[in-house]
């Protein structure tokens, strides 16, 4: 069964960093365009980075130059490296296949948390 396990979040004062993962289960990883996503409390889920299977990526403005996605094929993982952190980041982060039609079963999640 594929599944998807998010973890590393946590609580970090502004300017701080962190580092999250998601492993996916499954034979699907090193074919998949992979993204991270992120809902944020009364808002709706939205997309914050995607990685190819050769490594393109793609940022939404936000995060653009503080963020970095990373992905490692032979342990089936994604990574998103997350500096000069703000509040406006704090929400739940999940990783998924990217695009609609690829979609998995979300997990978890991991919560990430920003004080002023």
């Known amino acids: 069964q594929v599944q998807l396990v998010e973890s590393g979040g946590g609580l970090v004062q502004a300017g701080g960093s962190l580092r999250l993962s998601c492993a996916l289960s499954?034979?699907?990883?090193?074919?998949?365009?992979m993204g991270w996503y992120r809902q944020a409390p009364g808002k709706e889920r939205e997309l914050v980075a995607t990685?190819?299977?050769?490594?393109?990526?793609y940022y939404v403005d936000a995060v653009k130059g503080r963020f970095t996605i990373s992905r490692d094929n032979a342990k089936n993982t994604v990574s998103l490296q997350m500096n000069s952190l703000n509040v406006e980041d704090t929400a739940v982060y999940y990783c998924?296949?990217?695009?609609?039609?690829?979609?998995?079963?979300w997990g978890q999640g991991t919560q990430v948390t920003v004080s002023s």
């Open positions: 990685i190819t299977s050769i490594g393109n990526t």
């Open positions: 499954g034979s699907i990883f090193s074919s998949s365009v």
């Open positions: 998924n296949r990217f695009g609609n039609a690829f979609r998995i079963p």
